[in-house]
């Protein structure tokens, strides 16, 4: 993708998310360098993600490693599990899809897809039992903070499926599963100040995820046309 089709609206949302996310490093995370390289990545890879390119689920990838790796500092197993053992698989196989369904002949843009209802019940299903398995998996482990954290295996499956299904709706699971996570790591910062930083993270992916959605809503009426 050139740089030069990204819009001055994308490249002030970057910058100001980038700046944003070292600002609070600088503040609250001096020591947690980790943290800074992953929020560093997610924020660029959400943008990435809203041009629909599939770089985007390529970095989304590597956040997954790195966040599951945080997540397993603050005995949050069931972020840890969700991203090592499914966000970051299925951003491997939504990297596949994206690469093989282009817009045309631009394999920088994805072809945005509209799933039925049968599929959306079907998917509404699924996710149901993967949340009451992995429920009572959190719990054997002696999860942290155990309701938010399954919420977030249910927003990140859903987010996840839809997000392969190339559905201009996994942005908008994906700013819910956002607010899930900024609650569950508000409780961690008033134990550890240091993760308020990963607080400002999820609320600046929060912004990006509503950017990504409009700009798929956007993309689907041009390619219609």
Same mark, same amino acid.
């Given at each position: 993708?050139?740089?030069?089709?990204?819009?001055?609206?994308?490249?002030?949302?970057?910058?100001?998310?980038?700046?944003?996310?070292?600002?609070?490093?600088?503040?609250?995370?001096?020591? /947690?360098?980790?943290?800074?390289?992953?929020?560093?990545?997610?924020?660029?890879?959400?943008?990435?993600? $809203?041009?629909?390119?599939?770089?985007?689920?390529?970095?989304?990838?590597?956040?997954?490693?790195?966040?599951?790796?945080?997540? @397993?500092? @603050?005995?949050?197993?069931?972020?840890?599990?969700?991203?090592?053992?499914?966000? $970051?698989?299925?951003?491997?196989? /939504?990297?596949? /899809?994206?690469?093989?369904?282009?817009?045309?002949?631009?394999?920088?843009?994805?072809?945005?897809?509209?799933?039925?209802?049968?599929?959306?019940?079907?998917?509404?299903?699924?996710?149901? $039992? &993967?949340?009451?398995?992995?429920?009572?998996?959190?719990?054997?482990?002696?999860?942290?903070?155990?309701?938010?954290? +399954? &919420?977030?295996?249910?927003?990140?499956?859903?987010?996840?499926?839809?997000?392969?299904?190339? /559905?201009?709706? @996994?942005?908008?699971?994906?700013?819910?599963?956002?607010?899930?996570?900024?609650?569950?790591? +508000?409780?961690?910062?008033?134990?550890?100040?240091?993760?308020?930083?990963?607080?400002?993270?999820?609320?600046?992916?929060?912004?990006?995820?509503?950017?990504?959605?409009?700009?798929?809503?956007?993309?689907?009426?041009?390619?219609?046309?």
């Amino acid at each position: 993708m050139k740089i030069s089709s990204f819009t001055r609206t994308e490249f002030l949302i970057w910058i100001s998310s980038v700046s944003i996310i070292m600002l609070s490093f600088c503040l609250f995370g001096r020591e /947690s360098f980790l943290t800074l390289i992953a929020s560093l990545i997610g924020t660029t890879s959400l943008i990435f993600c $809203a041009k629909g390119n599939p770089i985007g689920q390529l970095l989304m990838i590597i956040f997954s490693a790195i966040y599951g790796v945080i997540s @397993f500092g @603050f005995s949050y197993y069931g972020e840890m599990i969700t991203y090592l053992g499914m966000t $970051a698989p299925m951003a491997l196989i /939504s990297l596949v /899809s994206w690469i093989k369904n282009p817009f045309r002949s631009d394999r920088s843009e994805v072809r945005v897809n509209t799933i039925k209802y049968t599929e959306t019940a079907f998917m509404l299903i699924v996710t149901a $039992a &993967v949340t009451f398995i992995f429920y009572h998996i959190l719990r054997y482990f002696h999860t942290a903070n155990l309701i938010p954290s +399954t &919420v977030s295996v249910a927003t990140s499956f859903a987010a996840a499926y839809l997000t392969f299904r190339r /559905s201009a709706f @996994f942005a908008l699971i994906y700013a819910a599963n956002d607010v899930v996570l900024i609650i569950l790591w +508000t409780m961690a910062a008033v134990k550890d100040i240091s993760y308020l930083s990963v607080v400002i993270c999820f609320v600046i992916f929060l912004l990006n995820d509503i950017y990504g959605f409009i700009s798929w809503q956007k993309m689907k009426k041009r390619q219609n046309k």
